[in-house]
T-cell receptor
Framework: SQTIHQWPATLVQPVGSPLSLECTVE??????LYWYRQAAGRGLQLLFY??????ISSEVPQNLSASRPQDRQFILSSKKLLLSDSGFYLC???????????FGQGTRLTVV | GENVEQHPSTLSVQEGDSAVIKCTYS??????FPWYKQELGKRPQLIIDIRSNVGEKKDQRIAVTLNKTAKHFSLHITETQPEDSAVYFC??????????????FGKGTHLIIQP
């Protein structure tokens, strides 16, 4: 069966520090991969999606970036965190556009 | 792009009563509409979904209806139970001819089941 792993679960980082969140999927090949952000008490905002290795599309301009160095690995990064980057970050995968998205357990990021 | 509006933001119902959450979408080409349930501090999990070739779908106490003409879809939970308390998100996925566009989510409804 397919599983998705996301780490770390919680992270406290100072303003201006770098960020690297990692997500891996097991049990499937060539998944569509996504990064979402959920601010406190708000909905899910799509940040990036990827259809294959090295292929990244950005939905929202920001100081974050994403990379897909391997088929089942998706990384969210920042060179310098802002206070406004605090939130709950969720990685997700799906088989295609019209099938459900499966979410990782999320990373709660607090920028201080 | 797609825009999804969800109402209400908070819904409180007595245990055993029904709950209805409504969403509208803007892109008439959208063809996939999932609903997710998110408990506090946990990941969203799919509870039911519907595709644009279907008007209604039911799974035990949960049902979803879709009105393509009006571009709205609703979640219905009957005989609510305390474990139904959570935040519920609707979402829509449009068709852009290619790519893996992510789902556009509503802002969520905090459902509270009163004992």
């Amino acid at each position: 069966s397919q599983t998705i792993h996301q780490w770390p679960a919680t992270l406290v980082q100072p303003v201006g520090s770098p960020l690297s969140l990692e997500c891996t999927v097991e049990g499937t090949s060539n998944p569509n991969l996504y990064w979402y952000r959920q601010a406190a008490g708000r909905g899910l905002q799509l940040l990036f999606y990827s259809v294959g290795i090295g292929q990244i599309s950005s939905e929202v301009p920001q100081n974050l970036s994403a990379s897909r160095p391997q088929d089942r690995q998706f990384i969210l990064s920042s060179k310098k965190l802002l206070l406004s980057d605090s939130g709950f970050y969720l990685c997700a995968w799906s088989l295609s556009k019209n099938t459900e998205a499966f979410f990782g357990q999320g990373t709660r990021l607090t920028v201080v | 792009g797609e825009n999804v509006e969800q109402h209400p933001s908070t819904l409180s119902v007595q245990e055993g009563d029904s709950a209805v959450i409504k969403c509208t979408y803007s892109d008439s080409a959208s063809n996939y509409f999932p609903w997710y349930k998110q408990e506090l501090g946990k990941r969203p999990q799919l509870i039911i979904d519907i595709r644009s070739n279907v008007g209604e779908k039911k799974d035990q106490r949960i049902a979803v209806t879709l009105n393509k003409t009006a571009k709205h879809f609703s979640l219905h939970i009957t005989e609510t139970q305390p474990e139904d308390s959570a935040v519920y998100f609707c979402a829509a996925r449009g068709y852009s001819g290619g790519g893996a566009d992510g789902l556009t989510f509503g802002k969520g409804t905090h459902l509270i089941i009163q004992p």
